[in-house]
């Protein structure tokens, strides 16, 4: 656990500090000099670095000109490849590793789980720890001692609390942290991967309270792999590429934008089907379409979604259900240049944002090999909806190319699918409704 004091992170600008962003990040750049002379070195100690200086050392930029705000309260969520600058971004904001150039500002205290196990001292017991990371955040013992009780019972070790820290699980240990770190009322709380640790138990207590945190005020930036973990409890994302922003925004729509790019980047080797030519004619739905002209788009258009429609199983267009019924997207794709590799595929998602079903010719490993220019295919997604009666929204998307040559469009909820049930069928308890069976038998004798 590694954790600052206000005074070690450069205060927010303006007189009402209420009402400034709870972080604020301007052009920040983190650059790791190679081949460094003492004179280059001096002269960056005395703030004369340059971009020639840059140029002639052979300087990484671990962080390259990223800039962007977090509110109050919000939970804000960094998301990318290993490399991608992530954790050296959240050590610049907790105050432990200083920026080559641009402004970092923070307002509050804060509480950073960073490295896992760090600001921990292995010889010292659990119980020591607890009273050493007060200390460090400047809380007096005799307070520590008025939380220590919430803050074992949340990590819930038993009798290790009194144990040598190094003989801990690193699961233990993320207890104890996490523990620590959310008693002492932190204005932002700074994650790094911490929470991929441990029992899926103490991961769902563990997002339980962050949410308590973050409704009662308290901002969140999180590092994670985890994009699962971004959608339902981000509002906002960014998404890091070798130091660069890619995209940043509303949650949903980043992971979406991220996800598509590392799967054209997987390595994954559908089998394509026939080319363009060897395709099986068929017209058009005769139901009315959906419209896409308002709604929200991702994506460069060089394959588009031209026209699409949401079908019941009898070809009849709409948007309610009754539980366990068909329902079938329809997305006729155009391509604006000659592409390869081509996929179409939709995503069903809850209140919550999560992705209750997904899928599409990428999933089915079978691609379409070709679109020539100005032409077009029509893909065709049947499913059924063997979910708990409600509300859902339906994305639309398409892709194509592998590396450099990749292209996509995605269009977000174009519709919202209303599943009910009737009264003699069968409740759904949880998410959706899984094929099962049930058996009750005597024993025998």
């Not at 204005?187 to 973050?214: H, N, P, T, W, Y």
């Not at 790019?261 to 058009?284: E, K, Q, R, W």
Request: proline letters at 3%.
């Amino acid at each position: 656990m590694v954790a600052n004091s206000p005074a070690a992170v450069e205060s927010p600008l303006g007189a009402d500090s209420n009402a400034a962003p709870a972080i604020e990040i301007r052009e920040l750049t983190k650059l790791y000099h190679r081949n460094v002379s003492l004179r280059s070195s001096f002269a960056r100690g005395l703030g004369f670095g340059s971009r020639l200086d840059r140029a002639s050392n052979g300087a990484v930029a671990a962080l390259d000109h990223v800039s962007f705000t977090v509110q109050r309260g919000e939970a804000f969520g960094i998301i990318g490849r290993n490399g991608a600058g992530k954790s050296t971004l959240l050590q610049i904001v907790a105050g432990t590793l200083q920026a080559s150039s641009g402004a970092c500002r923070v307002n509050g205290r804060i509480t950073a789980l960073l490295e896992l196990g760090s600001g921990f001292n292995p010889e010292f017991t659990g119980r020591e720890n607890i009273y050493l990371a007060g200390a460090i955040l400047g809380i007096s013992r005799a307070e520590m001692e008025t939380r220590y009780e919430r803050i074992v019972a949340f990590a819930d070790i038993g009798d290790f609390i009194d144990q040598p820290v190094k003989t801990y699980s690193t699961g233990m240990m993320m207890r104890v942290a996490f523990a620590v770190a959310i008693s002492v009322e932190p204005d932002v709380l700074i994650i790094d991967e911490a929470l991929s640790v441990g029992d899926i138990l103490f991961q769902q207590k563990c997002s339980a309270r962050m949410r308590e945190l973050v409704n009662a005020g308290v901002t969140l930036l999180v590092v994670t792999h985890d994009t699962a973990f971004v959608l339902n409890m981000c509002q906002r994302a960014l998404w890091l590429d070798q130091g660069r922003m890619r995209y940043l925004g509303e949650a949903g729509a980043c992971v979406r934008e991220y996800v598509t790019a590392m799967a054209a980047l997987s390595g994954n080797a559908p089998a394509p089907t026939d080319d363009f030519n060897a395709l099986a004619t068929v017209p058009l739905p005769t139901a009315p379409e959906l419209a896409l002209a308002e709604k929200e788009r991702l994506g460069d258009g060089g394959v588009r979604i031209a026209r699409a429609w949401l079908l019941h199983a009898d070809g009849g267009a709409g948007s309610t259900f009754r539980l366990g019924d068909w329902a079938v997207a329809v997305v006729l794709i155009r391509a604006s240049r000659h592409v390869r590799g081509v996929s179409a595929g939709c995503e069903l998602r809850n209140r919550h944002g999560q992705v209750m079903f997904a899928t599409g010719l990428r999933v089915a490993r079978r691609l379409i090999a070709e679109i020539p220019a100005g032409k077009a295919c029509l893909v065709s997604i049947r499913f059924r909806l063997e979910l708990q009666p409600g509300q859902y929204t339906l994305d639309l998307g398409c892709g194509a190319g592998v590396d450099a040559d990749n292209t996509w469009d995605r269009v977000l909820n174009v519709a919202v699918i209303e599943v009910s049930a009737a009264s003699e069928q069968e409740v759904v308890h949880g998410l959706v409704r899984l094929p099962y069976e049930i058996g009750v038998s005597r024993v025998a004798g």
